[in-house]
């Protein structure tokens, strides 16, 4: 199993203000699936995905990636983890506005011993055209696009996009779905996708619902569709 999480646990806060976010979240997931976790605010599913991204502490359990528990790993080491093996997509873009589509771009491109070919990304995006352009000078699409172009270019195992459809309108969402698919279909990387939308479950290979902190169902999705047929996004 590429990916294994073994009674997850987070909480914030003391006291009267003491909140447990995960509540023993455990299970696995497949190198190169797609997979959608689902749930409604204040589940936990953007803290499990920063758990699993390195970016918050758990409590306890384990989190495994490729057979790492980046849980006991030393600060130096999992930004090496963050850095050469995880991309991350969030929902507000976090774009550097004065430099250029490319320049954003390079940022990442740099961090990486291997990365995938600036320009071959860029076309695959839909974005050669866009390159020497601003951020304020993109539709919220197309600055999304710029994001996932930021964390793939790395050439990352592991891709965690957080609420990506979340400021897109149906078009947008659509457009960037059939991406996410076939990044996933041509570079075999692993995607969670964390959503609010359930239609996008799908699209998935393997979903994931979470409430108050705990998994409630999980099953591979064997009558999946394509992005570009799913409906009511």
């Known amino acids: 199993m590429y990916l294994e999480i073994k009674d997850l646990k987070k909480s914030y806060g003391e006291g009267s203000s003491y909140t447990q976010v995960l509540r023993g979240v455990t299970t696995g997931i497949g190198r190169g699936i797609i997979c959608a976790i689902l749930g409604p605010s204040g589940s936990g599913k953007s803290t499990l995905l920063n758990c699993i991204g390195g970016l918050e ?5 384990f989190v495994k990636v490729d057979g790492t528990d980046i849980c006991r790993l030393k600060p130096g ?9 995880l991309g991350f997509v969030f929902q507000f873009y976090n774009l550097v506005p004065n430099l250029t589509v490319k320049e954003n771009i390079q940022v990442c491109q740099y961090l990486s011993p291997s990365p995938l ?12 055209e866009h390159q020497k352009k601003f951020p304020s000078q993109l539709s919220g699409g197309q600055q999304q696009r710029c ?3 930021r964390a793939l270019i790395k050439n990352p195992q592991l891709l965690l996009c957080d609420e990506p459809t979340g ?25 969670l ?6 239609v996008i479950r799908h699209m998935a290979h393997n979903v994931l619902q979470l409430k108050d902190g705990r998994i409630v169902e999980e099953y591979e999705n064997r009558s999946r569709v394509g992005a570009s047929d799913l409906e009511g996004l």
């Open 117 to 128: 070919p600036l320009d071959e990304l860029l076309d695959t995006l839909g974005l050669t």
């Open 147 to 149: 994001a996932v172009a």
């Open 167 to 191: 400021a897109l309108d149906s078009v947008s969402s659509r457009e960037l779905l059939v991406l996410l698919e076939q990044i996933n279909e041509k570079y075999g990387t692993t995607i």
């Open 77 to 85: 080491e999992l930004s090496e983890y963050r850095r050469e093996k």
């Open 193 to 198: 996708l964390v959503t609010h939308n359930g």
């Open 57 to 61: 502490t758990a409590d306890s359990g």
